[in-house]
């Protein structure tokens, strides 16, 4: 058997062949003689239209109920579709009661779905953001695949806390577990068979050590960061795009690789060869105005002067711009909507700003790295090229606080043939929500975990 998807997209078979499909119904429309209803299996954004030449044979169908139709596939005179299923047979999978289906055919608000996000993607606009993710994780690995990168898989418990701003989970045992052998002392609260744990908030200091032996490595992971934010654009649970590489030299080296990423997920978004998607318009707007440009590159330093010149004849920030404090957001989002009208890399930072791994700069003040901010958005990608001097990072890790003695394996790369390298991460859900005109990431992922989610 045949998606819905692969049907509707492959020649029209001869009138006599069977065809089965699978689905839940979304729609049941009744007449006197004929039923109409719609299946959708999920693949395609808007199912199929089945026609039931015996209104009888709909009889038991209702909104959410799971069947098996066997009928013909032909060119439908109907607006809105090219073919549709001509029904001989129907069977009932499962029913669905339809005074108490969550997922009722009226507006739905987002609040809603959330508290059924078992459900929602039963909902056309969480099943085509569920394609755009397959869509946009393919188009990275294509990318990454033609540039020489090897696909790698990085632990998510460890022992340290890389951006070191203080937003681990911690892991704890089970206390009520039993000791592994008999004699041994149960597990210590807190500890992760005797050390302390926790969950990853970036996969970067395990890529550099991958980086540091097959020299390109990028990985789609999930990151933890116990962010009380309620935002639009934090996640507890997200997954990042993090990619390493060994032997670059400049910040500029980083940028255009993330630029040439993005560029290729906007050309594989607009790409209508399958067929359109409910983000394709938008998708083909962004390739057409943003992807054939270069994006501008601005320097902390500069971006806070433009900041500051314009507050100084507006007021218009909430927050002082000034050298040494951080960008707010209202800043990015001036920075790239205003100034850039576009995506724009805003560059070297002051190193206290910024966690300790990053690239110290000669002016002794600011580091080798970059924030990409886009319209609409603000960061969607940080990165950096990073410290490979062991004398710096060493004093990089006391002035940030850090005891050196957790982090010793990571100074080992730069005591055994330390290369220059870099490497940036990037939110996938973010990402998704720029490229599909999603406004808030907890509709870019199924299963959205945030502060104060109840979870499933
Ligand atoms: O800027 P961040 O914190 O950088 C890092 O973690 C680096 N170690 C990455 C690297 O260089 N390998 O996070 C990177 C990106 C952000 O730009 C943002 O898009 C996303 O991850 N991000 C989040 N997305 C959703 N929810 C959150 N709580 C996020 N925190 C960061
Ligand atoms: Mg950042």
Known sequence: PHTIRQLLFAPLPDAHVPVKIHGWVKSVRRQKNVAFAVVSDGSHDKGIQAVFPNASQARSLTNGTSVRLEGRLLASPGKGQDKELRVDSVEVLGRSDP????????????????????????????????WLRHIVSNSIRGFFENNGFCYVHTPIITANDCEGAGETFRIAPDSTLAPVHSGDAA???SEFFGHPAYLTVSSQLHLEALAASISRVYTLSPCFRAERSQTNRHLAEFWMLEAEWAFTQTVHDVCNVVEAAIKQVLDDAADKSEGSNPWSERAAK???????????RITYANAVEELASFQQATRAFHFEPAWGLPLQSEHERWLAENL???????????????????????????????????????E????????????????????HGLQTDQYDWYLDLRRYGSAPHGGFGL?????????????NIRECIAMPRWAGRMLL
């Open 99 to 130: 005074e108490k289906y969550p997922i009722q055919k009226k507006e739905l608000t987002v609040e809603y779905l959330r508290e059924h996000c078992h459900l929602r993607p039963r909902t056309d606009a969480v099943a085509s953001m569920l």
């Open 187 to 189: 597990p210590k609260p």
């Open 286 to 296: 962004l390739q057409a105005e943003i992807a054939t440009r270069d994006w501008p």
């Open 340 to 378: 850039a009208k576009g995506p724009v890399f805003v560059t070297d930072y002051p190193a206290e700003l910024k966690p300790f791994y990053m690239r110290l700069n000669d002016d002794g003040k600011t580091v080798a790295c970059f924030d990409l901010l886009m319209p609409g958005l603000g």
């Open 380 to 399: 969607l990608v940080g990165g950096s090229l990073r410290e490979e001097r062991e004398d710096h990072l060493s004093n990089a890790m006391r002035k």
């Open 427 to 439: 939110g996938f859900e973010r990402l998704i929500s720029w490229v599909g005109g999603i406004e």
